[in-house]
Nanobody, 117 residues
Framework: QVQLVESGGGLVQAGGSLRLSCAASGRAFRLYDLGWFRQAPGKEREFVARINWTGGSTYYADSVKGRFTISRDNAKMTGYLQMNSLKPEDTAVYYC??????????WGQGTQVTVSA
């Protein structure tokens, strides 16, 4: 099991940027794909982005493509989500997770991102 802790959320104006971090405990982190998800009030949790275990392959939801960048540093056991050109509709709690046996098995507690108009 991998324990994950997100940080970097906050309040930002539309058009601004934030960088979220996902700090992992356990060396197994480097063996798993990493994903970012978000959940807005009254809505279901949705996929944002994922990166494979080597960092060589990424995939994004259409809603964030071209604005968000997912990355990871396995030596630091940390994942990142760089968010640019933020919009009010990006407001949500953001979660990171690792995929084990094709299941998003381990999750962080989330970090709040609020984008004002």
């Amino acid at each position: 099991q991998v324990q994950l802790v997100e940080s970097g959320g906050g309040l930002v104006q539309a058009g601004g940027s934030l960088r979220l971090s996902c700090a992992a405990s356990g060396r197994a982190f480097r063996l798993y794909d990493l994903g970012w998800f978000r959940q807005a009030p009254g809505k279901e949790r949705e996929f944002v982005a994922r990166i494979n275990w080597t960092g060589g392959s990424t995939y994004y939801a259409d809603s964030v493509k071209g604005r968000f960048t997912i990355s990871r540093d396995n030596a630091k056991m940390t994942g990142y989500l760089q968010m640019n050109s933020l919009k009010p509709e990006d407001t949500a709690v953001y979660y990171c997770a690792v995929q084990r046996a094709q299941v998003w098995a381990d999750w962080g507690q989330g970090t709040q991102v609020t984008v004002s108009a």
